[in-house]
């Protein structure tokens, strides 16, 4: 279990700022340049959304849009920029390789290394499994959902005894 939870726990893919000499560069009007550039087309500069472009990943091998048509028509091959965003697949790739050296390796620590890399791939297939990681603006079946659980907790709270906060 921990390989698989690890590649959001260690924070390996956020918050990845260009640094140099030490400091964090900044563009003309004071704001952060990323690392990659990937990193804003796909969630934000920092904090947790800021690993999306890593974790999730558009559909491979068909035509992405960028127009207001198709985002109504498709939602999950949509994108701007218009291209494939996301590096899911290639994250599983090198955790799925780098799991098969470590077994063939045999090695001190070897079986170890091969269970840790194996849950980080499978990290990156659970990811691609969650329609969240998978469309830059989400479809309007998981919008609607969204939007009846939020309006239905908040119904609940309203109803809900409050506690008196002095004990």
Do not use: C
């Not at 109504?72 to 701007?80: G, S, T, V, Y």
């Not at 659970?126 to 329609?131: H, K, L, P, S």
């Not at 919008?143 to 004990?167: E, S, V």
Request: hydrophobic content about 35%.
């Amino acid at each position: 279990r921990e390989g698989s939870v690890d590649p959001d726990l260690d924070l390996r893919n956020q918050n990845r700022l260009f640094v140099r000499g030490g400091e964090v560069v900044l563009d003309p009007f004071g704001r952060a340049v990323p690392y990659d550039p990937n990193t804003v087309s796909f969630g934000s500069l920092t904090g947790i959304a800021s690993q999306y472009d890593a974790h999730g990943a558009m559909p491979r091998g068909v035509e992405v849009k960028d127009s207001v048509w198709q985002a109504l028509r498709d939602p999950r091959l949509f994108a701007r920029p218009p291209r494939q965003l996301g590096s899911a697949p290639e994250f599983t790739e090198s955790y799925t390789q780098l799991a098969l050296i470590a077994g063939l390796w045999g090695g001190p620590g070897a079986e170890w290394l091969q269970h840790t890399f194996a849950g980080h791939a499978l990290h990156g297939i659970e990811d691609v499994g969650n329609q969240i990681h998978t469309t830059q603006i989400g479809t309007w079946k998981f919008w609607w959902d969204a939007k009846k659980y939020y309006y239905k907790m908040r119904l609940k709270r309203m109803f809900k005894k409050q506690q008196d906060p002095t004990g």
